[in-house]
């Protein structure tokens, strides 16, 4: 319906259950049903659209987060958002592209579903205090310890991530260069000394199941994958940066990388076929 206000917030709904989930797919039911139950609303009685509609995607999102915490810790292996190939204009939005990216939805994990919630909804999205409240049931003075809280905790672990994205791309291109042409030595200057890289495969797709440190260790892994029969690669954007987009005998994995001063610091490999199905079609983000 033209005007409809869900239509009209649709993404920045979709966007906001996103970075509660990491998941794409479950995003999308919270979506989903978010829709149901505007659908069944009495609109007349609702004074802020945009609000309502946050508070109701908020809700379900907390329910299916809490819901899913015991898949997570079954999970075989490392366990990684589920990355989304995005458009260039979302860089062009650098708090939303922080976000969003894979390093920061890492982060986010280590948070408790309320404190996720407050978070996002405070420090993405400037949600006023009292409208999380409404939305996470709890006080807006309870509400501001939580986004204290959580601020200090996602400090303590966040990547320095003031990054150019021409910069992303320069660093992503010759990290890219090197691995494709056997060049070790550009390879061993690209990636911090210290570098990590963690792979999601889920069981389904080879994928180490613990993270691998060390340049030294990393590089002629590397070079000798890119060396099987049937590697392909291709920069592509991933979660708001630059990325890389292999394809390995058939098998798809997505790449995203964290650079600081020049330099990888961390490489996130998704294999888990399950979690790729948001890569062949951009997605639109909003805040």
């Not at 400090?155 to 070790?184: C, I, Y």
Request: aromatic residues 4%; negative net charge; glycine residues 6%.
């Amino acid at each position: 319906m033209i005007g409809d206000p869900f239509v009209t917030h649709r993404s920045l709904l979709f966007t906001v259950a996103y970075e509660m989930l990491g998941s794409a797919a479950d995003a999308e039911d919270v979506v989903q049903e978010t829709w149901l139950r505007w659908d069944a609303a009495d609109h007349d009685e609702v004074n802020d659209a945009r609000a309502y509609l946050v508070r109701i995607v908020t809700r379900l999102a907390l329910n299916q987060l809490r819901a899913s915490a015991r898949r997570r810790e079954e999970y075989i292996g490392e366990w990684l958002p589920e990355p989304l190939l995005t458009s260039p204009d979302v860089a062009d939005d650098v708090e939303l592209a922080e976000s969003v990216s894979i390093a920061m939805l890492t982060v986010l994990e280590t948070l408790a579903p309320a404190e996720r919630a407050v978070f996002v909804l405070r420090e993405v999205f400037d949600t006023p205090y009292a409208e999380i409240a409404a939305a996470v049931d709890k006080t807006p003075e309870s509400v501001r310890q939580i986004a204290h809280r959580a601020r200090r905790h996602v400090a303590a672990r966040r990547p320095r991530m003031e990054v150019d994205p021409l910069e992303q791309s320069v660093v992503v291109d010759k990290f890219l260069a090197a691995v494709t042409t056997g060049d070790l030595q550009t390879l061993m200057e690209v990636l911090a000394p210290d570098v990590v890289v963690i792979a999601d495969g889920g069981g389904l797709a080879p994928a180490s199941r613990k993270p691998i440190t060390g340049a030294g260790l990393l590089a002629p892994l590397l070079i000798r994958s890119a060396k099987i029969r049937g590697f392909e690669a291709t920069t592509t954007r991933i979660n708001g940066t630059a990325g890389v987009r292999l394809s390995v005998n058939g098998r798809t994995v997505a790449v995203s990388l964290v650079v600081e001063d020049g330099r990888v610091t961390r490489i996130y490999g998704m294999a888990n076929p399950h979690k790729l199905g948001r890569m062949d079609k951009a997605v639109e983000l909003q805040r």
